[in-house]
């Protein structure tokens, strides 16, 4: 049997270049060598609060993204979450099987809750029993993620684990796939911190569906580095961060960048940053627009069908194992 990939990200806001350099780009590359599911997690985006129109629509305009991006629902399966039913009930089983203290180890929760402050739903800290059953239903080999995930995937293997030992051999034991550059692109206005749609100052980001004019205005107020030389040096991660994402976009390497830049300064960075940018956003967001109603409908209905397939079968061998069989 071929092996399996599964990933997803949440409909929480407006996707950036940070989500697609670090996960959906991999995606788009592993595909072709295994059978894939792509899935927009919209019962994760709802463990902080959503405007429900907002939502509908950001759920729909994820799957775009991917689409656009170049993931082929001829290979791949591309659905949305909620669709398949068996991943909240998973999600409930494995609760009773994770402890609430390796829950409150996890980074993101602590971020997240910290940041709530007051009305921290039981969700978020639930959040990654419904990730790991997300993972578990399709017997994944392999998840594609950015590094801020490795943690949740640590836990995932960890779960499935105490499951298969307390109940019988069920779940396949994932493995995270992390990439070597661009796993973590860090924030513009500063670069400590990881780009994310989340956060309130949207300069720290750049959209994938920015225009031109944004692009250059955000790249241009992107934080530096003391020093002037364009090059990659882990003390300057300011500098380091804006290289990184041109490696990725550009496709060249470390050493033919820093030739190109030798003798040129921060300014130079950024335009041409800009450049690059723009060159690689404008044909994909023209392929977004491109994607009807109808034929966005139709792959989401398709991967509905094609996921719960599977799902079903891996829902009902943990029923069995653990005695609960209905009337
Ligand atoms: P964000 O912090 O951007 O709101 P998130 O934690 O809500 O992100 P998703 O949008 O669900 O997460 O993430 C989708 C994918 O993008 C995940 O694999 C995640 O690891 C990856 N990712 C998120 N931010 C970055 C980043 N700054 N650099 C690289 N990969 C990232
Ligand atoms: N928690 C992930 C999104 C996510 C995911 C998954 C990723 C939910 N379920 C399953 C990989 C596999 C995040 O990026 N915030």
Not at 95 to 101: D, E, F, Y
Not at 201 to 212: E, V
Not at 314 to 323: A, F, L, P, Y
Request: glycine share 6%; aromatic share 8%; proline share 3%.
């Amino acid at each position: 049997m071929a092996k399996r990939i599964f990933s997803g990200a949440q409909p929480t806001g407006n996707l950036h270049i940070g989500n697609y350099l670090g996960a959906l780009r991999n995606w788009v590359a592993l595909q072709h060598e295994y059978e894939s599911f792509f899935c927009v997690v919209d019962l994760h985006a709802i463990t902080i609060p959503q405007d429900p129109e907002v939502l509908r629509e950001k759920t729909r305009e994820v799957a775009r993204l991917y689409l656009a991006a170049g993931i082929d629902p001829a290979v791949s399966t591309i659905f949305i979450q909620s669709d398949v039913q068996e991943h909240a009930e998973l999600a409930w089983v494995l609760n009773c099987v994770v402890r609430i203290g390796e829950l409150e180890r996890m980074t993101q929760y602590k971020d997240k809750s910290k940041k709530q402050r007051e009305n921290v739903s039981a969700g978020l800290l639930t959040y990654p029993a419904l990730m790991a059953a997300d993972i578990l239903l399709y017997q994944t080999d392999l998840v594609p993620v950015g590094q801020d995930q490795k943690q949740h995937l640590e836990l995932t293997r960890d779960v499935a684990e105490r499951f298969n030992r307390d109940f019988g051999e069920t779940f396949r034991i994932p493995d995270a796939y992390i990439p070597k550059v661009g796993a973590r692109i860090q924030a513009l206005d500063d670069p400590l911190k990881k780009m994310s749609k989340s956060d309130e100052n949207a300069n720290g980001r750049i959209g994938l569906l920015d225009d031109a004019d944004t692009i250059r205005r955000k790249f241009k107020r992107a934080v530096t580095d003391s020093g002037t030389d364009v090059r990659f040096d882990e003390t300057r991660p300011a500098v380091t961060n804006l290289l990184t994402v041109y490696q990725l976009l550009t496709n060249q390497t470390r050493e033919e960048i820093e030739a190109h830049f030798a003798g040129k300064g921060y300014a130079q960075l950024k335009g041409d940053l800009a450049d690059a940018t723009i060159a690689f956003l404008e044909p994909y967001q023209e392929r977004v627009r491109g994607i009807s109603d109808e034929e966005l409908g139709r792959i989401l209905r398709d991967g509905a069908d094609k996921a719960r397939a599977i799902a079903e079968v891996t829902m009902r061998q943990v029923k069995e194992r653990m005695g609960i069989v209905g009337a």
